[in-house]
């Protein structure tokens, strides 16, 4: 079956200690994302990644990392996280037709954050 | 202002009702558009694609208005099935890298 999978989904810390979400997708997409999504400011782009060993800042790349080893995977890396980045973060992927976006994301269902 | 804005609603309509949404974008170069739905506490997922003459996939049609810089979503004979949040996307970076995404409209259909 076709999909994206994070974990953890829910996850409470405490500032500063450092969390990865894993992001995970077996169709072989070249195009990877992370989105944050908070009531009234919708999905907003944190990082994406084109293919491998390629990375980009989105919208809101402040407070977070990622890396792109590998096609299948696109951590996300909280160094030291904060109180205003308890979110709900979506990864997503997509097949790019030549350099462009198809358009179609494929989420993951979403990891709900909570930093104390 | 926000490069691509909705209407927050929520738009509360009867079963069997016609409820049209529309989404603005701030861009002139934005190349392509599209129509998300997102249930509660879920992830989003890909209801439709706008085409530049308009498309229909069965209860739903979507149109583009380049010169007023909109488009809209039209759902006829909603179902209860059809409550939910719609996203509007827009790519806007010319190298087609991004997807920005509308705040989203909330749809209630009531019986």
């Known amino acids: 079956e076709a999909q994206v999978t994070q974990n953890p989904r829910y996850l409470i810390t405490v500032t500063g200690k450092k969390l990865t979400v894993t992001c995970s997708q077996n169709m072989n997409h070249e195009y990877m994302s992370w989105y944050r999504q908070d009531p009234g400011l919708g999905l907003r782009q944190i990082y994406y990644s084109m293919n491998v060993e390629v990375t980009d800042k989105g919208d809101v790349p402040e407070g977070y990392k990622v890396s792109r080893k590998e096609k299948r995977n696109f951590p996300l890396i909280l160094e030291s996280p904060s109180p205003n980045q308890t979110s709900l973060y979506f990864c997503?992927?997509?097949?790019?037709?030549?350099?462009?976006?198809?358009?179609?994301?494929?989420f993951g269902e979403g990891s709900r954050l909570t930093v104390l | 202002r926000k490069e691509v804005e909705q209407d927050p609603g929520p738009f509360n309509v009867p079963e069997g009702a016609t409820v049209a949404f529309n989404c603005t974008y701030s861009?002139?170069?934005?190349?392509?558009f599209f129509w998300y739905r997102q249930d509660c506490r879920k992830e989003p997922k890909l209801l439709m694609s706008v085409y530049s003459s308009g498309n229909e996939d069965g209860r739903f049609t979507a149109q583009l208005n380049r010169a007023s810089q909109y488009i809209s979503l039209l759902i006829r004979d909603s179902k209860l099935s059809d409550s939910a949040t719609y996203l509007c996307v827009v790519n806007i970076r010319n190298a087609g890298n991004m997807l920005t995404f509308g705040g989203g409209t909330r749809l209630m259909v009531k019986p």
């Open positions: 861009n002139s170069a934005s190349q392509s």
């Open positions: 997503a992927s997509s097949s790019l037709a030549g350099r462009a976006n198809t358009g179609e994301l494929f």
